[in-house]
């Protein structure tokens, strides 16, 4: 069986993402590596991470995983997550301005912040439980209800260049968008590996997901 | 707006077992951390707090076993906190699984310390737990060592402090009200919270229902923590959700 590699470049615990995914994986191995050659014989590829954006890039460069990162996600089933979805874009306002992988158009931005109903404004990072609203239909949303409550933990969103890569939206002082989906590549600002029945129903049906042909 | 207010209950634990037990459902073994975690994931917690309160240093090991059983079977966010020293004890910790780690007099005694673990791990998962008195009206101070020692500072601007140095997250407890079940400190609580741009998590105090409610509509608290009330089956944490979504306020409560 081919194997599920969760892509290891020192950005973030990676344990429990892990365990999450052997927990709906069957005997599948699960390998959690910064091996390009392993990345590259993966059936599915997960690319979490949380921190910076500037570092993650650097991570990234000195590992020598642009370009195998890239491929992954245009060959086979490919989930990011948090950093791992951001990190797909072209650039982020964070760190004073940083490039991105540019795997989709788009930029990363701070969270506008806002207001509480009485006036106090919200508070940043945007941690917590939230309700992601799904904008289209897609293989990983299979049994995960309209709505479903998921864990987020981040101050920074993105801004897809292209609206019918929008998968979900989640409002947090304004509508942004909590998942997207092209082909191959689907990634999420929460984290699935933390939001209970939700995320491992999420999980459960990227291992099975054969991708787009 | 539909970000939730969460629901956390404490565990203490002590040399790998969850001090006292808990009483509530139809549990196999109330003194094991993992098997509580995990009623508790499904029985709707929104995230768990271990306070690990082992003494002896010899027997400081257990606490990772334990943090990797819970990250291996329970797929919540949980907090680690108790004898957070330096960064390679919070290394061990988010390395074993949690989420985050609770920093509480190492933050006092070397206040860089949250800025070095937020810098090496992203202030996401730095939690920083400050113990307070009030002195005078509306004025309350830090306590470290379980209490038992003043250092002087003002828990307000102690507070903004932790936050300018990258802490996450704030895990306020009222010394005042902890274990007396006539509900939060919600004065201390309020001043807190407005005076940070992190969340707040309100402790200490919650012997009702109502005083979850009000931790969070009159305290302004993000998150409310509570041990006893759920430990010992006096509310569920559905009950206590209803309650809350009840007053208004946004709660996880279609988690099944």
Known sequence: ?213 | MSLSRRIIPCLDVDCGRVVKGVRFVDIRDAGDPIEVARQYGEAGADELVFLDITASSDDRETILHVVEGVAEQVFIPFTVGGGIRAVADIRRMLNAGADKVGINTAAVSNPELVAEAAAHFGSQCIVVAIDAKQVAPSRWEIFTHGGRRATGLDAVAWAQRMAELGAGEILLTSMDRDGTKAGFDLGLTRAVSDSVGIPVIASGGVGTLEHLVDGVVEGHADAVLAASIFHFGEYTIGQAKTKMATAGIPMRLDYD
Not at chain 1, 33 to 62: K, N, W
Not at chain 1, 152 to 161: A, L, N, Q, T
């Open chain 1, 1 to 213: 069986m081919t194997p599920i590699v969760v892509i290891d470049y020192g950005m973030g615990n990676l344990r429990s993402v892990a365990k999450a995914l052997e927990a709906v994986s069957d005997d599948r191995p699960v390998r959690v590596s910064a091996d390009p050659g392993l990345i590259a014989a993966a059936g599915h590829v997960v690319f979490p991470g949380q921190g910076a954006m500037g570092s993650c890039m650097r991570r990234l460069r000195e590992l020598d995983l642009v370009e195998v990162i890239a491929t992954a996600a245009a060959t086979k089933p490919f989930l990011g997550v948090c950093l791992g979805l951001q990190a797909l874009f072209e650039q982020s306002a964070e760190d004073g301005g940083c490039e991105g992988l540019g795997l989709l158009p788009g930029e990363v931005t701070r969270l506008p912040g806002g207001a509480e109903p009485d006036g106090r404004p919200l508070k940043i990072p945007h941690m917590g439980w939230n309700r992601v609203r799904q904008a289209k239909p897609h293989p990983l949303w299979a049994g995960v209800p309209e709505e479903s409550w998921f864990y987020f933990v981040h101050s920074y969103r993105i801004e897809p260049g292209v609206s019918t890569d929008q998968a979900a939206t989640t409002d947090y002082g304004g509508r942004f968008v909590s998942a997207v989906a092209r082909g191959n590549l689907f990634a999420v600002q929460f984290h699935p590996e933390k939001s209970h029945h939700a995320g491992l129903r999420l999980l459960h049906n990227f291992v099975h997901w054969d991708g787009c042909p």
